[in-house]
């Protein structure tokens, strides 16, 4: 845990890619989840910032 | 005197054309090697995209071409995404992808490890496996759609010689609970002999040495199974999961012939709900707006995935 925050905060590629691709799970989840149409009406802002931060963070230093 | 073909086709150069060429870098010549290339990406990928968000965040009627255009910011989105018909057709996307995913690993793996094992006519079996996969989706819907007939139907047929129920008394693509499963035989049926060729692929790049190594440390046929042969065919799974989540998510022509979205909305998959946005209700802005968050889930499961198979791979 103390490695991944340190690696947030040093703006490393993998914590980082880490992140946004819990985004992006979470994103497609709440797409296509039976449970609740207001978590559908967010994910695709979560989607979105996800694929951004990922192709950000995918030119971070490993 | 030039010998070679080269040192003949650069004497031959005329001197305005070869002067010019000689002062070029390799880097120059690198790009005017790769631009057509690059040109025709823009053209035929890039540029329809960039067309597409911008016509989302309008709107946009494509038969009607002399209107005038409104920007209407996000309302597209909001109306997407605030839609519970919309909501009610990306689960039943849900449903067809994991449906179709689970099926068509789990018997696509099995396949191949079954061809794997060297026994006589091996090579034919291949070859009939893998034919549904050759043909045309339209002629495979169109035909199942006959073999799903309830009174004359191969399938009702098999399923009632099993049971001992009627033939006539069910209809696959007639009813609500039957039909989500009837597109994912179809799409079962048709597209595992894809993942298993992947896994076959797979299977044979695993040297025999690794295996005669776990004879003789006395590993079970089961260990070799999880230790050896599960490991080294992952990253050829995961490819194969990566290639049908993709397809079966925009998934069409299939479906549209064997049930079109039917009985209601039962079979309504995303695509086809946009086919009828932009192609039957002329609805282009909100249908660009549709094909863009489409767009990011693929390509953000996209990504996700090439990292995962990167990993599997550098392991």
């Known amino acids: 845990m103390r490695a991944f925050l340190t690696g947030l905060l040093r703006l490393r590629r993998g914590p980082w890619e880490m992140v946004a691709s819990v985004l992006i799970g979470l994103g497609v989840f709440m797409l296509m989840q039976p449970f609740a149409l207001v978590a559908f009406s967010y994910s695709f802002i979560v989607m979105l910032a996800g694929t951004v931060m990922f192709i950000i963070v995918s030119h971070f230093p490993e | ?315």
């Open chain 2, 1 to 315: 005197m030039p010998e070679t073909v080269i040192e003949r086709a650069a004497a031959a150069t005329p001197a305005q054309i070869a002067r010019p060429l000689r002062s070029l870098s390799d880097r120059a010549l690198a790009w005017i090697f790769i631009a057509p290339t690059i040109f025709l990406l823009l053209a035929v990928n890039i540029f329809p995209l960039i067309w597409t968000i911008r016509l989302s965040f309008t709107n946009f009627r494509a038969n009607r071409p002399n209107a005038e255009v409104q920007f209407v910011g996000l309302e597209n989105y909001r109306r997407i995404l605030t839609d519970p018909d919309v909501w009610a057709t990306m689960q039943v996307t849900a449903h067809f992808l994991i449906a179709t995913l689970v099926l068509q690993v789990v018997i696509g793996f099995a396949l191949a490890w079954l061809i794997n094992q060297k026994f006589r006519g091996n090579d034919l079996w291949t070859t009939i496996i893998v034919l549904p996969m050759m043909l045309s989706p339209a002629v495979v819907g169109n035909f199942w759609t006959f073999l799903y007939q309830p009174q004359i139907g191969l399938f009702n047929a098999a399923v009632s010689f099993f049971t001992g129920g009627d033939p006539a008394g069910f209809s696959m693509i007639g009813e609500v609970a039957l039909a989500p499963w009837a597109i994912v035989i179809v799409d079962t049926w048709m597209w595992t002999p894809f993942v298993m060729l992947i896994c076959l692929a797979g299977l044979r790049s695993i040297p025999q040495s690794i295996y005669e190594a776990a004879e003789c440390d006395r590993a079970s046929k089961w260990r070799q199974f999880v230790t050896i042969t599960l490991p080294m065919v992952l990253p050829f799974l995961m490819l194969a999961v990566l290639f049908r989540g993709i397809e079966n998510f925009k998934m069409f022509d299939l479906v549209v012939q064997l049930t079109g979205g039917g009985p209601g909305s039962t079979t309504e998959l995303t695509s086809i709900t946009l086919k009828r946005e932009a192609f039957e209700k002329w609805r282009t802005g909100y249908a660009s707006a549709y094909a863009i968050i489409l767009f990011v889930a693929v390509f953000g499961i996209s990504s996700i995935y090439v990292k995962a198979l990167n990993k599997v791979k550098a392991r």
